[in-house]
């Protein structure tokens, strides 16, 4: 894979990544929904030190999250408010990164779907991808069981 590249909506921030992401998903709980003030928010996740950053402002808003309790870090451009990604008090060496922010955002794909039972009407989850009612695993770290659909479905009666 090249090197991944992407930046904010004025282009004063802008990254490189060198390693290719450990996973790539969509999110469907109401933070991700409430940050992007979308339907759901596509991301990845690096190991932090494998992302570059250029010298533009980058600034956090710092969220505690309802289900964990710990702190959720969202860094976004002070210019244009573009979210460029996350960093976790429970996860200190990773980091998110807005899919919707790479130059070429289908440079990779989503592989899964995640608390799927909070997803807006009007959401289709598209068929053999690992989809998750909540999270990939639980607080303790327990994996939850995938289910894999044969076909596209709505993620909820409309
Ligand atoms: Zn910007
Ligand atoms: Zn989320």
Redesign the pocket.
């Known amino acids: 894979m090249s090197t991944l590249q992407g930046g904010?909506?004025?282009?004063?921030?802008r990254f490189k990544v060198h390693q290719p992401p450990l996973r790539t998903f969509a999110c469907h709980c109401h933070f991700c929904q409430r940050v992007t003030g979308s339907s759901f928010y596509a991301e990845s996740i690096f190991q932090r030190d494998a992302i570059e950053f250029n010298e533009g402002e980058l600034r956090q808003y710092e969220h505690l999250s309802e289900g964990s309790k710990k702190k959720v870090f969202v860094h976004f451009?002070p210019?244009?408010g573009?979210t460029l990604g996350l960093t976790f008090e429970r996860w200190p060496d990773m980091q998110a990164l807005s899919r919707g922010c790479y130059d070429d955002p289908n440079a990779v794909q989503i592989t899964s779907h995640i608390w799927t039972s909070s997803a807006q009407t009007g959401v289709v989850l598209p068929a053999l991808v690992d989809c998750f009612a909540e999270a990939r695993a639980s607080l303790d770290g327990k994996p939850e069981q995938a289910t894999r659909h044969e076909a596209p479905v709505m993620a909820r009666p409309q």
């Open positions: 904010c909506l004025c282009g004063k921030v451009c210019t244009c573009t």
